[in-house]
């Protein structure tokens, strides 16, 4: 496979990085399986905990020479990185598509993710503002200032193995933070791979060593980054459980953590809908990347008088659903990323089932020579009560649920009703529910789109959600003020020393 080679991927792959230069470590390896077709891409050496010193060490030397580049230069530093991703869109495109099993057009929208978050990142290292205020004393000035935070941690997920580690290594390069990335131990090689590509522009630009670090491992390595003083942030995206695990130890030390976790995301389908739009959008939402994004759809809540029409025309969309090699531009649906990931498939079908869902699309495993890692389900929807318990469980899979409603209140209410708190969306025509949808007792999650669907949203607004979702955004608008320190300055240019509050200390 070319792309590999293009991409620096060998068989066997040194897993810790300090930019330029990769540390050797033992024989601890983590292998990497397709869930295409079940076989190993290659394996990477797992960091060990004197290893993680070391690129905690080299980190540490390296922030105190970045935060002094100018930022507009470190962005110049994004910028050649976005024109190397330019160039490797097609390679890395494919390594995502083929380590992790989501289509060809989404591995390829996922490096053009990375491309967009690295021009935002070039745009803001020119705007990385704090305010003025008036003081209240005579002669005082008072302003704030963002500085460079330190090093960052990043723990991300197999779904979005390149994107989300992009959207806040890119950010905090141009705050002019130092990162240590720790990729997925289901999808280590993407982790390589984009470790080769900043590493050849940081070594043309004499970048410092340890402005881009990369260490790997299981959830022990996670471990390390959340409960290291030396790091004040730490970006996990993932599930819930890892999140609070992660939140936990960072707290325990008073350090930030910036959470992106679970969602069950809903869609309304109001009577005023626009069928053309909310069909695609819907059947885009649930099965796109097999139903592996935080931000799949997984709930419908239809309006009742629609409600047949719609389950009628959304069970002829599925039957249309190609189901195989993602690498295969006419499939729509790639596998899951392991036999984990089916297990929990079929036991939330199973547990559906046991509770009371009636399924209108049935689930199932994929079985055949084209089938060979075992991995490959077919996207299911089963009418249930909203109020089921595995309606509330977010399961990485694509099985859709569909609810009915009266009124819009209730349906509202409905969708709001479970723990998580990501995306939500409306699908009307009609300005009131819109609004209503909108409104400050409308949809509680960090997004909230009308007349799209819930996932895929672009790069410029804030990511991120509530409850259990983690509360934190990244990527777009204001997220880089995560990356950095707010001080508050007051300068006294006068000759007298005025109190605040006006206190009187006379001597
Ligand atoms: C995720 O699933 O972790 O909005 C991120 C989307 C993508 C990002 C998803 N832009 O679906």
Redesign the pocket.
């Known amino acids: 496979m070319e792309f590999l080679q293009k991409l620096g991927i060998t068989s066997e792959n040194k897993g810790t990085g300090t930019g330029q230069s990769w540390l050797s470590a033992g024989n601890n390896n983590i292998r990497s399986l397709s869930p295409v077709d079940g076989k190993l891409i290659g394996s990477v050496q797992a960091t060990t905990r004197a290893d993680y010193e070391e690129v905690i060490q080299k980190a540490q030397q390296a922030f105190k020479e970045w935060r002094l580049w100018p930022a507009p230069k470190r962005g110049e530093m994004v910028r050649l990185i976005g024109e190397e991703l330019r160039k490797n869109k097609e390679n890395l495109g494919k390594l995502v598509s083929y380590e992790m099993g989501k289509s060809l057009q989404e591995g390829l929208g996922e490096v053009q ?1 990375m491309i967009d978050i690295c021009d935002f990142a070039i745009g803001l290292s020119r705007q990385l503002h704090g305010l003025t205020m008036h003081s209240e004393r005579p002669g005082h000035r008072m302003y704030e200032q963002y500085h460079p935070l330190g090093l960052v941690g990043i723990i991300s ?1 197999f ?2 193995p390149v ?2 580690w992009s959207w806040n290594a890119m950010l905090a390069w141009v705050c002019g933070d130092v990162c240590i990335w720790k990729p997925s131990e289901k999808t280590p090689l993407c982790g390589i791979a984009c470790q080769h590509i900043v590493a050849k522009v940081f070594r043309e630009n004499q970048v410092p060593e340890g402005v881009s670090c990369l260490i790997n491992g299981t959830a022990e390595a996670g471990e390390w980054l959340a409960a290291d003083c030396s790091i004040p942030l730490v970006s996990a ?1 993932g599930s819930t459980r890892m999140g609070k695990a992660v939140a936990t130890m960072v707290a325990q030390r008073l350090g930030r953590s910036l959470l ?1 976790l679970g969602g069950n995301n809903a869609i309304i389908i109001s009577k005023d809908a626009d069928l053309n739009i909310a069909i695609p959008a819907a059947v885009f939402g649930a099965v796109g990347t097999a139903g592996q ?3 799949t759809t997984r709930r419908l809540i239809i309006h009742e008088d629609i409600y047949d029409v719609f389950k009628e025309k959304l069970v002829k969309a599925y039957q249309q659903l190609k189901i195989g090699d993602p690498l295969d531009t006419r499939n729509h649906v790639g596998p899951l990323i392991d036999k984990a990931a089916v297990d929990a498939y079929n036991n939330a079908i199973a547990a559906c089932i046991q509770q009371g869902g009636q399924f209108v699309v049935k689930g199932g495993m994929l079985e055949g020579e084209n089938f060979s890692s075992g991995c490959y389900v077919r996207p299911c929807i089963a009418e249930v009560a909203h109020n089921l318990p595995i309606v509330h469980t977010e399961t990485f899979a694509p099985i859709l649920y569909l609810i009915r409603y009266k009124e819009l209140e209730e349906a509202i209410a409905i969708q709001n009703s479970v723990p998580q708190g990501l ?1 939500s969306a409306i699908m009307t025509n009609n300005i009131r529910e819109s609004e209503q949808f909108l409104a400050h007792n409308g949809s509680d999650c960090g997004i909230a789109n009308v007349n799209i669907g819930t ?3 672009e ?1 410029g607004g804030a ?1 991120g959600g509530e409850k259990e979702t983690g509360g934190g955004r990244e990527s777009g608008s204001d997220a880089w003020k995560n990356y950095m320190r707010r001080q508050t300055n007051t300068i006294n240019y006068s000759t007298q020393l005025p109190l605040a509050q006006g206190i009187q200390f006379d001597l």
Request: with cysteine; hydrophobic share 40%.
């Open positions: 993710e997920a779904n979005f994107a989300v995206t992106e994004r935080c931000t995306s996932s895929g949203a790069i990511f």
